[in-house]
Nanobody
Framework: QVQLVESGGGLVQAGGSLRLSCAAS????????MSWFRQAPGKEREFVAA???????????DYADSVKGRFFISRDDPKNTMWLQMNSLKPEDTAVYHC??????????????????WGQGTQVTVSS
């Protein structure tokens, strides 16, 4: 019973930056495993980044190879919000970006079926 709403997408020049947010409501997500996925036209939804809850306020971040070193995932528990800082953007980063959440332990955090709650997505377009 968690609702997720993404924001912060838009049009940006290659090499630029965007910061996406995922605001959660209905439940406190401090103990949830959270991820970002993206889906480009004609392609499967793919994993981008994850924050794995390890107890208390301890989290582990993981990234797809395609964004490692450029994207950074974080969360602000008092605001019940997750963030994705996107730097050095490339045209191939163009996609609809979705946040996802689950209270279950991960089997594989890169797989869509691992998550129970999804946001509606926010469009990111990177021009050349």
């Amino acid at each position: 019973q968690v609702q997720l709403v993404e924001s912060g997408g838009g049009l940006v020049q290659a090499g630029g930056s965007l910061r996406l947010s995922c605001a959660a409501s209905g439940r406190t997500i401090s103990s949830y495993n959270m991820s970002w996925f993206r889906q480009a036209p004609g392609k499967e939804r793919e994993f981008v980044a994850a924050l794995r809850w390890s107890g208390g306020s301890t989290y582990y971040a993981d990234y797809a190879d395609s964004v490692k070193g450029r994207f950074f995932i974080s969360r602000d528990d008092p605001k019940n919000t997750m963030w994705l800082q996107m730097n050095s953007l490339k045209p191939e980063d163009t996609a609809v970006y979705h946040c996802a959440a689950t209270q279950r332990a991960y089997s594989d955090y890169t797989l869509r079926p691992s998550y129970d709650y999804w946001g509606q997505g926010t469009q990111v377009t990177v021009s050349s």
